[in-house]
C-alpha cells in the first residue's frame, strides 16, 4: 500500500505561483511513476503531469507545458508540482497518484485507470 497526501493548494490572482506536495509512505516509491490530475466543477478528471521515479522522466499536457514543472526529492519520498502563470482555468482540485512502472512509454501514464493509489487532492483556484 502507497499512503499520498497532498498539500500546498489554495487561492491565487491570475499570474500567480503555487507549489503542491505529495508525499508518499508505506512502500519505497522506486517502482512507481507518480502522476498529478485535476478535476475542475462539472467536468472531468484530467491528466496535468507525470514523473517516472527512477529515471525522472517527465510528461505534461500540453496546457500546462512551459507554465507547470514536475519533480521528486527522494529524501523525502515527496513529489511536487511547481505551477507558474496560473489561470483561471486551472483552477480545479489537484491529485496526485502512483502507478506501477511496467517501463512502458509515457502515454500509457496519461490514463487515470493506470493508477493504483491516491491522495485526497487538495483545491486550487485562480481568480481573474
Known amino acids: 500500500q502507497v499512503q499520498l497526501v497532498e498539500s500546498g493548494g489554495g487561492s491565487v490572482q491570475t499570474g500567480g505561483s503555487l507549489r503542491l506536495s505529495c508525499a508518499a509512505s508505506g512502500r519505497t516509491l522506486s517502482s512507481y511513476v507518480m502522476g498529478w490530475f485535476r478535476q475542475a466543477p462539472g467536468k472531468e478528471r484530467e491528466f496535468v503531469a507525470t514523473i517516472r521515479w527512477n529515471d525522472g522522466r517527465t510528461e505534461y499536457t500540453d496546457s500546462v507545458k512551459g507554465r507547470f514543472t514536475i519533480s521528486r526529492e527522494f529524501v523525502k519520498d515527496t513529489v511536487y508540482l511547481q505551477m507558474d502563470s496560473l489561470k483561471p482555468e486551472d483552477t480545479a482540485v489537484y491529485s496526485c497518484?502512483?502507478?506501477?512502472?511496467?517501463?512502458?512509454?509515457?502515454?500509457?501514464?496519461?490514463?487515470?485507470?493506470?493508477?493504483?493509489?491516491w491522495g485526497q487532492g487538495t483545491q486550487v483556484t485562480v481568480s481573474s
Open positions: 497518484a502512483a502507478a506501477v512502472d511496467w517501463n512502458y512509454s509515457g502515454n500509457y501514464y496519461k490514463n487515470q485507470r493506470r493508477y493504483n493509489y
